[in-house]
């Protein structure tokens, strides 16, 4: 198979080719690239293998193109970017890493190997998966030629998971490739090779030795997959998930007491986590809390087995589960080594709020406890309704319509009241250093007191949001605590 016609489409490729050719090495376009090719997926990133110092091509290549050239001595690896063809800015560039050839080998306690200079058979040869070991000429005289000593063509329409070597090797060298074979398998929808995966089951205890960065990189990816369960299912069957994430495999499981049983919480959680992944409002929520919704999703329950009760009249309980999954989830995120910022934050927000839109379906709506959810979800609210739509797995198809119906109904009601209150991250014009200045009072408890009882008044509707009609009602409740003002502000401040 040759794909000089589709590399002539992309200038640099030829210009890779003609410095090689000029330096006297062989060059050539490997793995993931190349995969890609095949399957017709974009990619953004392209590998190069020289035979020989990768550096120097990069380079020669970098002069050539007029393009910066940033160097990595330590690693022998070299990367510059391109545009695109047709592409005038950057946002479509290639990034493209340059790499000499070369060979490794591993110490078994140990994840750094011992890197030399090698052939182009070396260095398929220390790859992950066949699918990953083709590479392409981009010598002048066999420009294009497909070089794919795995059968990692045959894997790609077979649709297989498959190790180069033997498996055992391949994840000794490097054991994060078994979160990877399930990374791919679940991005790609292939199937993992039977022998593939006994060795992951086997070896599933040498990812100990993997940083957590590592690992929660490939989990990330398996996340953002088009139907995540799937990776999950295989890590929990290859015996990591246990190891990587505790937590999650604590929800497995169905406990029955006097005939009455519950849910397993494992399998409805993945498959909250799939109806996110494949709802049909995307445009709601932000690109950017695409990753952290789903997270949302996979903790949203986290907490039911800690807060179980068996009750006679009621069944199986979870009181309680949202607010103590909530406060979880920072140690869940440091464990993991993921970012302890605003994206925490919205994944807390929305575990400890997922219940509230569902407790609203079920009841006579009041303004009062929409004012207090879109006072409490503030920007998170749109994750939020798309979470507790996501929450929705009855098999029963009828009852899961009636349901999304009636969030539909809670949804347009919040909109309306929005568009009327302006409450979305509303702050009240009542602040704590307004109540000190009027009553003359240091920070006190008092203060906070009264602070609250004005808020909570806004948010039943008792008092708009607005100083001229705020500020008699404080006064009130300051002469009720026999509080007398000592400045009273200007209603136009």
């Known amino acids: 198979m040759n794909f000089s016609d589709i590399l002539h489409k992309n200038p640099i490729f030829e210009t890779i080719a003609q410095q090689a050719d000029s330096m006297g090495v062989k060059a050539y376009v490997i793995g993931g690239f190349v995969r890609d090719l095949v399957l017709g997926r974009p990619s953004k990133d392209i590998d190069v293998v020289c035979i020989g110092s990768g550096i120097a091509l990069a380079e020669a290549v970098g002069q050539a193109l007029r393009t910066p050239v940033a160097l990595f001595p330590n690693f022998g690896t070299a990367m510059l970017r391109t545009n695109q063809p047709g592409s005038p800015t950057t946002t479509d560039s290639w990034e493209v890493e340059f790499v000499g050839a070369r060979k490794e080998s591993y110490r078994s306690d140990s994840r750094k190997p011992i890197v030399e200079d090698g052939t182009l058979e070396d260095d398929q040869n220390r790859r992950d998966f066949t699918i990953n070991a083709m590479g392409i000429s981009l010598s002048q005289t066999d420009f294009g030629t497909l070089l794919d000593p795995f059968d990692g063509l045959k894997d790609l329409k077979r649709k297989t998971i498959r ?13 994060l490739r ?12 292939f199937d993992i090779e039977p022998d593939t995966f006994d060795a992951i089951v086997r070896m599933n205890e040498r990812i100990s030795i993997v940083s957590q960065e590592r690992i929660t990189d490939e989990l990330n990816k398996i996340i953002l997959s088009s139907t995540p369960s799937y990776g999950f299912k295989l890590l929990y069957h290859a015996g990591l998930l246990e190891r990587i994430f505790p937590e999650l495999i604590a929800l ?11 849910k397993d919480n494992f399998y409805h959680t993945l498959q909250v986590l799939d109806n996110i992944a494949n709802r049909s409002k995307k ?3 932000a690109p950017e809390n695409e990753l952290w919704l789903r997270w949302a999703a996979l903790l949203h329950d986290i907490a039911k087995p800690a807060t179980k009760r068996f009750d006679q009249k009621a069944g199986w309980t979870f009181h309680g589960h949202e607010d103590l999954g909530a406060r979880w989830v920072p140690r869940i995120f440091r ?3 993921l970012p302890l910022n605003e994206h925490m934050r919205f994944v807390q927000t929305l575990v400890r709020l997922h219940l509230r839109p569902i407790a609203l379906t079920k009841e006579q709506i009041t303004d009062s406890a929409l004012r207090r959810l879109l006072f409490d979800a503030g920007n998170d609210l749109d994750g939020l309704m798309a979470l507790c739509r996501a929450d929705i797995t009855s098999k029963n198809y009828e009852k899961v319509q009636k349901h999304l119906r009636n969030f539909d109904k809670v949804e347009q009601k919040l909109h309306d009241l929005e568009e009327r209150d302006k409450l979305r991250n509303f702050q009240p014009v009542i602040t704590g250093e307004l109540i000190m200045e009027t009553f003359g009072l240091p920070p006190s ?6 602070k609250t009882v004005v808020r909570e008044a806004v ?31 200007n209603n136009e401040q």
């Open 163 to 175: 190790t180069p070597l033997d498996p055992a090797l391949t994840f000794s060298d490097d054991p």
């Open 178 to 189: 078994m979160m990877r074979a399930i990374r791919f398998a679940s991005q790609l929808n």
């Open 252 to 262: 497995k499981g169905v406990e029955t007491v006097e005939g009455k049983g519950h």
């Open 283 to 285: 445009d709601a929520v």
């Open 335 to 337: 464990n993991l080594k």
């Open 445 to 450: 408890k008092e203060v906070g007191e009264l």
């Open 459 to 489: 948010l039943d509707g008792l008092v708009p949001n607005t100083l001229d009609q705020a500020l008699p009602f404080l006064l009130e409740e300051g002469r009720k605590r026999g509080l007398v003002a000592k400045t009273i502000v």
